[in-house]
């Protein structure tokens, strides 16, 4: 076997420093003390002295895998599964880098940093992170062209990568149309449980909204289909709960599983819903759908839900009726319970109503609200008495939607009211950018639904008679006046308008980047090749798509590679001389970049003997206009290579 | 005597150069480079191992174009007075007078140059760069052409003082001269002893039409092509990772300089790439340090002319 080259402490380096760029979203996405460690080691090599570089023994790197494997076994408690496989693969990345010295080391460098760069799509497909993976992509390109070749520029290198990453392009889009999808993924990606954030199906307690509150995140984005329901009709509804232990809500225990019947007494808005995953079952839909995707069910809590929990960004489309009403008895004695003995004030209270009507009790109780001078804030006091609805109604009269939610429901069901509480969304920010509404996690609401008899489940939102603008103009309307700035996330604060035309136009990005890649399925694959007249993967038909454009592509490149001239010659002797020397191709003679005209005349005399005499006197015509600049000369090469046959 | 016309210049000097390559066999691109050196008025580095030809080349070429010719061996304890020359004091006319020393010569071979120490070597290059000596404050006028050969041994470096790159920048070509090939081995075994020929060989030119064939060389003109070309060749080596540091533009003027004579010498009055391809290693080699080896590499010279594409 033959030695290969030894890299250059400076190339070395530059491979270090590649791996670093190439390991950053690994590191970013495990425990903050292995990843520290790791980049640790990516950065001493970089900084480590040239001489340094070349002396690190060879035993060291092994020493260095084990130690990193033992490691992220003590970490991950496994050496298999994303995470721990990430880990593992960059641990042993990095041992590698430590051992290496020749150019066939790195090599096998590089093809580890386009399969890591590859893995790296398994943390998340969120567009910022195809950037980082394509700025890898074009590192990795930029940093195998200057081992091949030790003259190029730093700048010419990047220019170069960048060419032929984007030459790449044409066969990565027929690749990602055509290639076969598989339905569900070869290996499952397990669920990361540790970041659950936005709404708790498990139970709602005072407190649980808040922390919301601060979290401009995207919860889910809503397009209309024709016009958008005024904002105070937006409720996008989610987990119900219709358990209350004193303290939180819980969802109901037992769940039957058909819906109550509904009638529909409003028009029909269709919209589609791009959810982002939040690890839980529940979808969500506007207050009340009516036709949603058919993996999901509606339960008798009128609750959307499906099978598994969302761990992928989820597209649908629903349809929703604003206006209904539900027949049929509802399970009154759950939608009455109330903990025994306790806010006593809140039971008498409610029990002064008892004589009205139904409608009536539940109008009394949002006068109630109206008139006991309640105030809608962030920031209110902590209830800490056993008896809270009590403390709240009576005493602190400050709280969000949450509180009075909460209060209302209680208040309704000590009146003999069937109530319960609904979580969700209300409202969304409209992006005129990309004509949808972005719903974020500050958005999250809490409203109270009561039964009354001959209209089924009504939707009762005691926010709204506290607060009306919070439902009228949007959560970031109501308060932005308010509340101090920096109380809020800073794209709520109204005074950001440049950053916040910003960053719509960058949801708008981030949305047509979820809508047409991310969301490119096998199912959406099947729609789109059926339009082309494929059934089936295993048809000569879409054999021959596939084949026809990567032939297409191909013979593309190839066409512009052959008619392309390498360099525009820009004087006229060079330009004449040039013309004869594409005729010479004709007899297999082709003039190297740094062959002198001499010199190639020799060769061309040897090849054509017969042409001679025209070939020596074009060479010296040609060299006498170009370098002794003689225009008479050029008048006679022009003529002289007109002859030339 | 009339000007020479500048047919007549090149035929007398195609006459000396036959003349050298007899005494000198088998070597007519080396003995070319070399009299393209004394016409673009530069000064010459022979690389080469003892034996090979380089005093006899340095010899016989001060003979063949008529020049004065003295020869000094660079020792580790050659004082810079013994090259330049002393001033004694004269006890009758009660002053000093000004004995020149060796370097006042047309030819001067500098044998071994890198045994002397650094402070002897800086002032016969000094002399060289400004073809004066400077002693006691007192200028003296180098004659004129005033032209060094210098020869160095590569291999035994024990006991000696290497050039330093900014000394060796002042040569414009260096050379070497190599084993003869069979043939001319014989044909030297065979003939006269080179020291006869020498002494028999007239000149074949005088100092005035030397001096007018430099002049004409210099009034060569280049194309804008060809000037792309030599700025082509002088950019890579300042981008080429593999050296110290890319060439200077003395080096770059030296380029011009030697392929105007080396043109000239071919019977042209257009400087054609294939000139600046002929002389670019004899200019470039001894003036780019390999950053592995830290060393001349003159292989890595040769692959820049592949590397470059002609404008």
Known sequence: ?645 | MSPPTPHSLLQQLHAAEQQLNQIIVGKPQAIRLALACVLAQGHLLIEDIPGVGKTTLAHALAQVLGLAFARIQFTSDLLPADLLGVSVYERNEARFHFHPGPIFTQVLLADEINRATAKTQSALLEAMAERQVTLDGQTHSLPAPFFVIATQNPQQQIGTFPLPESQLDRFLLRIELGYPSPAAERALLEGTDRQVLLQQTSPLLDTQHLIAAQTAIQQLTLSPALLDYVQALIAHTRRDTQFVYGLSPRAALGLVHASKAWAWLNGRNMVLPDDVQHVFVAVAGHRLISKHSHRNDFAAAQQILTQVAIP
């Open chain 1, 1 to 645: 076997m033959s030695m290969s080259r030894q890299l250059s402490p400076q190339e070395q380096q530059q491979l270090g420093v590649l791996m670093l760029l190439v390991c950053l979203p690994h590191l970013m996405m495990q425990t903050p003390w292995l990843s520290g460690l790791l980049g640790l080691l990516l950065l001493t090599y970089c900084g480590l002295r040239p001489q340094w570089r070349t002396q690190i023994p060879r035993h060291f790197s092994l020493l260095l895998a084990t130690l990193s494997l033992l490691l992220v076994n003590q970490v991950h408690q496994t050496l298999i599964g994303r995470e721990a496989g990430v880990a593992v693969l960059i641990a042993l990345c990095i041992s590698k880098l430590y051992e290496t010295r020749s150019v066939r080391d790195a090599h096998a460098m590089l093809l580890l940093a386009f399969f890591a760069t590859g893995i790296s799509f398994l943390h998340g497909q969120a567009p910022w992170q195809a950037a980082l993976a394509g700025l890898a992509l074009v590192a990795t390109v930029c940093i195998a062209l200057r081992l091949e070749n030790k003259v190029l520029t730093l700048g010419i290198s990047i220019k170069t990568a960048i060419k032929i990453c984007l030459q790449a392009i044409p066969l990565a889009i027929l690749l990602f149309i055509l290639f076969p999808r598989l339905p569900a993924p070869l290996w499952s990606l397990p669920n990361e449980t540790a970041a659950r954030t936005g709404l708790s199906g498990d139970k709602m307690s005072p407190g649980s909204l808040n922390q919301l509150i601060q979290d401009d995140r995207i919860a889910f984005r809503a397009q209309f289909n024709g016009m958008a329901p005024r904002q105070t009709q937006l409720y996008w509804r989610g987990p119900v709960f219709d358990q209350f232990d004193g303290q939180s809500w819980l969802p109901a225990t037992a769940h039957s599983s058909n819906p109550p019947p509904i009638i529909a007494r409003g028009p029909q808005v269709n919209y589609s819903i791009t959810l982002e995953p939040h690890q839980q079952n529940w979808l969500l839909a506007l207050d009340l759908p009516t036709q949603f995707p058919q993996s999901a069910m509606l339960n008798s809590q009128l609750q959307l839900i499906q099978r598994s929990p969302i761990s992928q960004r989820l597209r649908y489309t629903a349809s929703s009726t604003l206006h209904w009403q539900t027949l049929g008895n509802a399970d009154t004695a759950a939608a009455l319970q109330l903990p025994p003995s306790l806010n006593p004030k809140t039971v008498s209270l409610a029990q002064s109503w008892q004589q009205q009507a139904p409608a009536q009790r539940v109008q009394s109780g949002l006068q109630w609200l109206k008139t006991q001078h309640f105030s809608y804030t962030l920031t209110p006091p902590l209830l800490e008495k056993k008896d809270r609805i009590d403390e709240f109604l009576f005493e602190s009269k400050q709280g969000y939607c949450e509180h009075y939610a909460s209060a209302f429901a209680v208040l309704m069901r000590a009146a003999n009211v069937p109530a319960r509480i609904v979580t969700g969304y209300q409202g969304g920010q409209f992006n005129p950018n990309g004509n949808y509404y972005m719903i974020r996690q500050a958005d999250a609401h809490a409203w109270v639904e009561v039964w009354l008899p001959e209209q089924g489940w009504q939707r009762v939102d005691p926010t709204f008679v506290v607060s009306p603008t919070r439902i009228e103009n949007g959560f970031e309307n109501s308060f932005a006046s308010r509340l101090q700035n920096d109380a809020l996330p800073s794209l709520l604060s109204r005074n950001a308008t440049f950053i916040k035309a910003m960053r719509l136009q960058l949801d708008a990005w981030v949305n047509h980047w979820n809508q047409w890649v991310i969301a490119y399925d096998s199912q959406r694959q099947l729609n789109l090749l059926q339009r082309l007249g494929i059934n089936d993967f295993l048809s000569w038909r879409f054999l021959l798509y596939l084949c026809g454009g990567l032939l297409l592509i191909l013979g593309g490149f190839l066409v512009y590679f052959l008619h392309r001239n390498p360099a525009q010659p820009t004087d006229m002797a060079s330009q004449l001389f040039a013309r004869y020397c594409k005729k010479l191709h004709r007899y297999q003679l082709y003039q190297a970049p740094h062959e002198t005209a001499s010199q190639f005349a020799v060769r061309c005399q040897i090849a054509q003997p017969e042409l001679a005499a025209s070939m020596i006197e074009i060479t010296n015509l040609y060299l006498a206009a170009r370098y002794a600049q003689d225009s008479s000369a050029l008048a006679q090469l022009k003529i002289a290579i007109k002859r030339f046959a």
